[in-house]
């Protein structure tokens, strides 16, 4: 966005007067907002009485107990963030604003709204505060001097941070006036100062700050699946929470029933976003990391690394798939089945064509089963009525599914199988493992994935994190997973093949918003093209648009990411930064302590990230020196975080010890660096005794 100074026309400077009357908007949208609250609270009490039996009024009762969560106000919020001024009647721009504050206007006044993070309404349902995902908020993000969009005035509202159990206080507004050709963009001070504020504590929404192209992606059709493809700093996680927030408002009914997920790389990621979308009022939405939804198995040890990139790698599926169908079987003989009364047979060439006819329609493994036990009950079933005349009861038919003969001609044809015991066998039976695998992977790479001794169970069994993905993998094979209607997948550049088919499999016909940088790929199997990614999350059409202007990491921090990008081995341009504030500092010095009492002179969170092998000597250091640092469970203001627990979260100041060590860490040590030093907002210090890297030497 540009800044555009006015020419034709001079704007008037804002008043104290008005200021007031925005004051007292505030006042009146706080108590109709309250009101609103307890009337929902009124309608949760007597649901019951009003309700015409026990389930509706359970169900109504559940959504009253909702709707009073999301209208809790939270005087440390700002209740509306702007306010659009329309073009009056007959083309002529109104007054800045009307002296009482209100948004009702008189006969050929322009129309006035209130933009802010939910809808609040007055008694007689007038809006006061207009939801930020409402269709007229959406001028507020996309007008311009170029395309006013009817806009005459934008306004931006500044305010002070609240105190401990405090309320915000509305201090300032900033206008521009579209009708007149004035346009701040990027030297907005109040937009500016609301991207740079400090950061202590979990994300916050950035509704006040979103950006024409971040909206853009945020107002996407729930039937699109986007990749961001987002640079260090340019809101790509952001842009995900709100349009999940986005979509659920648009389509609440719908993905109530089906859901909304999102995936975030680590527990700690997931904490650090928590508060964004109730903050919003959006409190349904459910969050979970890989491992947490795919929890298969009792996870009790851990591959090599050319054991888990096989694992992880496509090629599996196909030998999962084989092993499962090469379980299925031919009758060898005809079944004879008594049910006290008569004796009924079917002969193996029937029993042959209703196992190959399952079979060829390629139903889920479990579903198949269950088909040929009902198409034999339903051969038992005709011979009975045309012996007796008549059609069996139900009783009958649930006994005939059980009976001897039809359950041991299911266990030779169509065997039940667990995950478990899929695997199981695949890691202790060569013979097995080879036909499953024959043409796809070498005799090498089979044998990473032999088990050297059999467990004595399946529970004991040394279970991996990659051996969770297969059984997944196995569970999708015998039976369709329930979906959800759209998932937001973060930090997606490290997912493997086998990750993403498990999260493809999920959204049945939903939608993905697909976040990351290809250039913060670190685990072995890190996506390189997303297309590629894409084609395994199961939408390779899904659009790809990248986020390159970052507005929250300093241009100098940014600058030396930069560095390395020529040596990561991905197509992706470089990151550029809108901010020209920051500082960075290289220092050869390995003095964490002094380093971190600097930081906290300064206001906003400190995060210390290192090797992870140096974080406990870290976290002694600086406790023996007073600090009272935290690690990622706490949440203090000084942190000291993992090289490989840092990606997604961000600090005001940030103090990157050892890169070097860093780097030498795993086998794509440079990627985990360019993570490490994009988490700064305000300020980077690289402390090293090592030579730092060939591309930081310069």
């Not at 399946?458 to 059984?471: E, G, M, N």
Request: proline residues 7%; aromatic residues 4%.
């Amino acid at each position: 966005m540009t800044a555009v100074t006015p020419t034709a026309h001079e704007t008037p400077a804002p008043t104290a007067d008005e200021l007031t009357g925005e004051r007292a908007h505030l006042t009146t949208s706080r108590a109709a907002l309250q009101a609103m609250r307890e009337r929902a609270e009124q309608l949760f009490t007597v649901g019951d009485q009003v309700a015409g039996d026990a389930y509706t009024a359970e169900q109504l009762g559940r959504q009253m107990a909702q709707r009073i969560k999301e209208l809790s106000d939270d005087p440390a919020v700002p209740l509306f963030f702007g306010k659009l001024t329309m073009a009056a009647a007959g083309g002529e721009a109104s007054p800045a604003h009307r002296p009482d504050g209100s948004a009702g206007r008189a006969a050929g006044e322009a129309e006035r709204w209130h933009i802010g993070r939910r809808h609040v309404s007055d008694a007689v349902g007038e809006p006061l505060v207009l939801d930020w995902r409402a269709p007229m908020s959406r001028r507020f993000y996309q007008a311009s001097a170029r395309d006013p969009q009817d806009v005459a005035v934008r306004r931006r509202f500044g305010w002070s941070p609240a105190a401990a159990g405090g309320s915000t206080v509305l201090t300032s507004f900033e206008d521009e006036h579209l009708d007149h050709g004035q346009e701040l963009g990027t030297g907005s001070a109040i937009l500016t100062a609301e991207i740079e504020r400090p950061r202590v504590g979990p994300m916050r929404d950035i509704v006040a700050t979103i950006q024409p192209e971040q909206d853009e992606l945020v107002r996407a059709d729930l039937e699109d699946t986007i990749c961001v493809q987002g640079a260090p700093g340019t809101g790509k996680t952001a842009v995900g929470l709100h349009r999940a927030a986005y979509l659920v408002y648009l389509h609440r009914e719908r993905l109530r029933r089906s859901g909304v997920l999102i995936i975030g790389p680590n527990r700690a990621f997931l904490h650090y976003i928590s508060a964004v979308l109730p903050a919003l009022g959006e409190l349904e939405v459910s969050q979970a990391t890989v491992a947490e939804l795919l929890d298969q198995l009792p996870v009790r040890a851990e591959d090599g690394v050319a054991a888990a990139t096989l694992k992880h790698d496509q090629r599996m599926a196909q030998v999962l798939h084989r092993a499962l169908w090469a379980r299925i079987g031919r009758p060898t003989g005809p079944i004879t089945v008594s049910d006290g009364s008569y004796r009924w047979r079917v002969d193996e060439g029937v029993l042959r064509r209703v196992v190959d006819e399952v079979r060829r329609e390629q139903p889920p493994y479990a579903l198949g089963r269950e088909r040929v036990r009902a198409r034999v009950v339903g051969l038992l079933q005709r011979q009975s009525e045309a012996r007796r005349g008549d059609s069996p009861p139900d009783s009958w038919l649930r006994k005939m599914g059980k009976v001897k003969a039809v359950a041991e001609l299911l266990d030779h044809c169509w065997p039940a199988v667990t995950p478990q015991q899929l695997l199981a066998d695949l890691y202790t039976d060569a013979e097995a493992r080879s036909r499953a695998a024959d043409g796809l992977l070498t005799p090498e790479e089979q044998e990473l994935l032999h088990w050297a001794k059999p467990p004595r169970s399946l529970r004991s069994a040394p279970w991996t994190a990659a051996d969770a993905v297969l059984a997944d993998e196995v569970a999708g094979l015998l039976d369709r997973p329930a979906g959800f209607g759209h998932i937001v997948i973060d930090e997606a550049q490290d997912l493997s093949p086998m990750q993403a088919r498990a999260l493809a499999r999920r959204t049945g016909h939903g939608s993905l918003t697909v976040l990351g940088d290809l250039a913060q790929g670190t685990t072995p199997w890190a996506a390189r093209d997303w297309r590629d990614l894409l084609g395994h999350l199961g939408r390779p059409d899904g659009r790809i648009v990248p986020l390159s202007t970052g507005f929250r990491v300093p241009a100098a921090v940014v600058a030396l990411a930069n560095r390395l990008l020529p040596a990561l081995d991905v197509a992706v341009p470089p990151a550029r930064s809108l901010r020209r504030d920051g500082s960075l500092e290289i220092t050869e010095s390995a003095d964490v302590v002094a380093a971190a009492r600097t930081a906290l002179t300064r206001e906003g969170s400190v995060g210390v990230i290192a090797a992870d092998a140096a974080v406990p000597g870290v976290l002694d250091a600086l406790r023996a020196a007073g600090l009272e640092p935290s690690d990622l469970d706490g949440d203090g203001r000084l942190t000291v975080v993992p090289a490989t627990m840092v990606k997604g979260l961000e600090y005001d100041h940030v103090i990157v010890l050892e890169p070097a060590a860093i780097v030498a860490a795993e086998p794509r040590g440079l990627h985990r660096l360019y993570v490490a030093l994009t988490r700064a907002v305000t300020s980077l210090i690289v402390l090293h005794t090592e030579p730092l890297p060939e591309p930081l030497r310069a």
